[in-house]
């Protein structure tokens, strides 16, 4: 079971420093995953139920709260919208978003000021509103913020001393790569300094690699859920060929029929992907992003799984 990192490439155009070894960056939407576990770590403390109605623990938060259940939040099939769809992603649009502070409740009264995407428990469509909706539900419970529920319940008790989830501070702290977006004129400009209030709950984490993969091989190996309740974090809902998605784990079949679970993120100047089979694991992070859309970056990290579990 040997760990390999290592690094490549440029980490601040301006002082050419290289990707620091071991640095911390934004994992955006792998942040799911971990507020998905705390969730289940609640259940499995009797302190929630995942088929109970979201209006029992949220009165009055979301619409439709009688019918959409907390397992339909983790599993993007509540049919609320994503708020994420609203934001402007114009060079102007990411540097106000950068500089711009949302509380969680105004994130979700976004969301669900646009119209559902199905009725509750219907199709799968991805809605960071509802991980919102997730976060003040731990905030809830709790009575505790969710930076500080995370980091006691979660990141503390499982050795993850890297990752924090910060609220509203636009600076990495400690050795970081710097994340860049493309300006008007398709050159890059540092992103690095983002609130990221944005995303909260939904994709806010900062972390590093060895703690990502450190937090996936725990969880997946039974260390973080009773066995019975990551069972049911691993039952999926279909969502495109080769693609489900469970409570807040996504599920990959490989090009050679490999299995693999973990979880994406893009947020402004960092993409992550961590994906873990039984035997091994990979958390790749790209900045600098080499195209202006996701896609590509997707077939790449695609290209980089197939190549590390087919192989």
Same mark, same amino acid.
């Given at each position: 079971?040997? @760990?390999?990192?290592?690094?490549? $490439? +440029? =980490?601040?155009?301006? &002082?050419?420093? *290289?990707?620091? #070894? ?82 969680? @409740?105004?994130?979700?009264?976004? $969301? +669900? =000021?646009?119209?559902? &995407?199905?009725? *509750?428990?219907? #199709? ?188």
């Amino acid at each position: 079971n040997g @760990r390999w990192s290592g690094t490549a $490439g +440029t =980490g601040d155009l301006r &002082t050419h420093a *290289p990707v620091p #070894r071991g640095g911390r960056w934004r994992i955006g939407s792998v942040t799911k995953s971990f507020v998905a576990a705390l969730i289940l770590k609640l259940a499995d403390q009797n302190k929630l139920a995942l088929d109970a109605p979201i209006g029992r623990y949220l009165p009055g938060v979301l619409p439709r709260q009688d019918k959409i259940t907390v397992r339909m939040l983790l599993n993007h099939t509540s049919g609320v919208a994503d708020y994420a769809t609203t934001f402007d992603e114009t060079p102007a649009g990411l540097r106000r978003l950068a500089t711009t502070t949302y509380a969680p @409740r105004q994130l979700v009264g976004i $969301g +669900t =000021g646009l119209p559902p &995407t199905s009725d *509750p428990g219907g #199709r799968w469509a991805y809605s960071n509103t509802g991980y919102a909706a997730l976060g003040l539900l731990i905030e809830k419970i709790t009575g505790r913020s969710l930076s500080i529920a995370l980091f006691t319940r979660l990141l503390a008790p499982q050795s993850l001393p890297a990752t924090t989830l910060p609220t509203t501070a636009r600076t990495i702290t400690g050795p970081h790569p710097h994340g860049y977006m493309r300006d008007e004129n398709n050159r890059p400009e540092d992103i690095t300094d983002f609130n990221p209030s944005n995303a909260w709950a939904a994709g806010a984490l900062i972390s590093t690699a060895s703690d990502v993969n450190r937090f996936f091989d725990r969880l997946l190996h039974g260390r973080v859920l009773s066995s019975g309740t990551l069972a049911q974090m691993k039952r999926t809902v279909p969502v495109a060929p080769g693609f489900s998605y469970g409570l807040g784990l996504m599920k990959l079949t490989l090009a050679c029929g490999t299995t693999v679970w973990g979880h994406k993120g893009h947020i402004p100047g960092y993409a992550t992907y961590s994906f873990h089979s039984d035997r091994r694991g990979i958390t790749v992070t790209a900045t600098a992003l080499p195209s202006p859309n996701d896609a590509a970056v997707d077939q790449a990290m695609n290209q980089a799984l197939n190549a590390e579990f087919c192989g």
